[in-house]
T-cell receptor
Framework: DAGVTQSPTHLIKTRGQQVTLRCSPK?????VSWYQQALGQGPQFIFQ???????QRGNFPDRFSGHQFPNYSSELNVNALLLGDSALYLC??????????FGSGTRLTVV | QKEVEQNSGPLSVPEGAIASLNCTYS??????FFWYRQYSGKSPELIMS????GDKEDGRFTAQLNKASQYVSLLIRDSQPSDSATYLC??????????????FGQGTTLQVKP
């Protein structure tokens, strides 16, 4: 039974560029949440997708956007990258907000 | 006020001692509470969940919940050096949505010294 898969594992981008991160949820899960974890901090909630719609959003600017596909997989897009966007990005899937499973994360470095 | 608050530590305990980790939360209607362990550079790993007031034990771990005080704690008995990690408290908050969002504290770093 596959868990949550995130790609890529690591990514280096230049300030001002755009990046897309991908997440495939655990089998049976229909909800995907995205988190940003800066060094030494707890994961910060970015947003959550369910039924292909953004259902809840944390305190993040519009540069952060996402999408959920009919197969429940999801993408996180970040535009106009800033140095401060450097972080570990975590995807967590669940069944309607129950039973969260985390992926291994994508380490984004902005230079 | 942060939604979920933890003391960032570090909390240092000798091997074999009891480590006590604490967390407070702001949302009175929250019903689901979790403790995750996170090793450096890795993703969070669920170690305990608790939904009712009182204690829940699983091996060397005991989670305690007091909804009236909006307080969750984690006790680790017979601490081992391998328990050295960051421990994240998380609360599932619903608000106006029927899909909960998991909100984390900043984490407490635990160091177990041999």
């Amino acid at each position: 039974d596959a868990g949550v898969t995130q790609s890529p594992t690591h990514l280096i981008k230049t300030r001002g560029q755009q990046v897309t991160l991908r997440c495939s949820p655990k089998s049976g899960h229909d909800t995907v949440s995205w988190y940003q974890q800066a060094l030494g901090q707890g994961p910060q909630f970015i947003f959550q997708y369910y039924e292909e719609e953004e259902r809840q959003r944390g305190n993040f600017p519009d540069r952060f956007s996402g999408h959920q596909f009919p197969n429940y997989s999801s993408e996180l897009n970040v535009n106009a990258l800033l140095l401060g966007d450097s972080a570990l990005y975590l995807c967590a899937s669940s069944f309607r907000g129950y039973g969260y499973t985390f992926g291994s994360g994508t380490r984004l470095t902005v230079v | 006020q942060k939604e979920v608050e933890q003391n960032s530590g570090p909390l240092s305990v000798p091997e074999g001692a009891i480590a006590s980790l604490n967390c407070t939360y702001s949302d009175r209607v929250s019903q689901s509470f979790f403790w995750y362990r996170q090793y450096s550079g890795k993703s969070p790993e669920l170690i305990m969940s608790i939904y009712s007031n009182g204690d829940k034990e699983d091996g060397r771990f005991t989670a305690q919940l007091n909804k009236a005080s909006q307080y969750v704690s984690l006790l680790i008995r017979d601490s081992q050096p391998s328990d050295s990690a960051t421990y994240l408290c998380a609360v599932n908050m619903y608000g106006s949505s029927n899909t909960g969002k998991l909100i984390f504290g900043q984490g407490t770093t635990l160091q177990v010294k041999p």
